[in-house]
């Protein structure tokens, strides 16, 4: 069966400090990747997904960035937090080809002071 | 471009109420549909989904219709306990597109 995993749970860093974020799937090849990030009491917004290794799609443009440098890793990094940063991140997986269901890791909750 | 529409929260039931939380969508082909579930400080869940007209998905008591006439796939529940106190979340899936969420609605349910 498969697996997703994310570390770390929790996460407090001051404002201007870099950021990694690292996500992996266990129990499946080549899936779709997702970042997506939940503001406190708000929906869920997409902020990368990659279909291989090295290919990253962004859905908003911001002070974060995604790396996949193996097929079942994704990263998400930033060189300097801002307070806004703070949220509840979620990867998640897909298989690949046809519109498939995604599943979700169990979160980073980050917060930037 | 697609998009979901959820009722707003939060939503408050006694233990053993019926509940609907209603979920219409925009879509520009013939989307899955999803509802996904989270517990407080947790990750989502897939809770139930449906992948063509008329099919129900079901989990956990809980059921939704995928109605193509009406664009809706509103979720119940017919007897809700306080286990099931969470944000859900109703989701669309087209080909090669990511996964549309609406913006949640929070359920509370006291004993």
């Known amino acids: 069966s498969q697996t997703i995993h994310q570390w770390p749970a929790t996460l407090v860093q001051p404002v201007g400090s870099p950021l990694s974020l690292e996500c992996t799937v266990e129990?499946?090849?080549?899936?779709?990747l997702y970042w997506y990030r939940q503001a406190a009491g708000r929906g869920l917004q997409l902020l990368f997904y990659?279909?291989?290794?090295?290919?990253i799609s962004s859905e908003v443009p911001q002070n974060l960035s995604a790396s996949r440098p193996q097929d079942r890793q994704f990263i998400l990094s930033s060189k300097k937090l801002l307070l806004s940063d703070s949220g509840f991140y979620l990867c998640a997986w897909s298989r690949q080809g046809a519109a498939d269901t995604q599943y979700f890791g169990p979160g980073t909750r980050l917060t930037v002071l | 471009g697609d998009s979901v529409t959820q009722m707003e929260g939060p939503v408050t039931l006694s233990e053993e109420a019926f509940l609907t939380i209603n979920c219409t969508y925009t879509a520009t082909g013939y989307p899955s549909l999803f509802w996904y579930v989270q517990y407080p400080g947790e990750g989502l869940q897939l809770l139930l989904k449906a992948t063509k007209a008329d099919d129900k998905g079901s989990n956990k008591g809980f059921e939704a219709t995928y109605r193509k006439e009406t664009t809706s796939f509103h979720l119940e529940k017919g007897s809700v306990q306080v286990s099931d106190s969470a944000v859900y979340f109703c989701?669309?899936?087209?080909?090669?597109?990511?996964?549309?969420f609406g913006k949640g609605t929070r359920l509370s349910v006291i004993a």
């Open positions: 989701a669309l899936l087209e080909r090669n597109t990511p996964l549309v």
């Open positions: 129990g499946t090849s080549n899936p779709n």
């Open positions: 990659s279909v291989g290794i090295g290919q």
